[in-house]
């Protein structure tokens, strides 16, 4: 199973995950080695298959242009089903993880914590009109973006 950035400008990935079925017709995740390009900066070929998608996969240069899962000889297997992760923060609302906002008061200041739905939307009461807003997920994700509401708009700065 090989992923092939040539021509692509980065070809950073941060994770690929390949599913099988077993003889119980169950989705299992497929295991293998990773090989090709290897990587550089600590960002080597084996973190798209590490289940942590907050590592990723930064190309050397000059080198091959695909990193692919060896299963080994005989254990080849059909795909069903194939998950994939561009590099990122993790900075996406997620289900069922709290959540803080804050206000910008010549300091970062807390409104309230809010837990996000099943539908990943969340839910402040009592925010400050016309203010410079932050929201950080609790555990996950260092970067994160100021925003406002205009015409009830997020609007990103």
Known sequence: ???????????HVAEIRYYRKDKGG????VAGRAIGNIGRY?????????ND????FVPEDNKEEFIALDLGKGNESTVTKIKYWPRNDDN???ALKVYSLYYWDD???KISESK???????????????????LKENNRGLENRIFTYKNDKQIFW
């Open 1 to 11: 199973m090989i992923y092939n950035f040539h021509g692509l400008p980065r070809g």
């Open 26 to 29: 169950k989705e299992i995740l």
């Open 42 to 50: 600590g960002s080597t070929r084996e973190n798209v298959y590490d």
């Open 53 to 56: 998608p907050l590592s990723y």
């Open 92 to 94: 996406s609302v997620k």
């Open 107 to 109: 300091v970062w200041k």
């Open 116 to 134: 996000a739905n099943q539908d990943k939307k969340i839910v402040f009461k009592d925010v400050t009109g016309n203010s410079l807003l932050l």
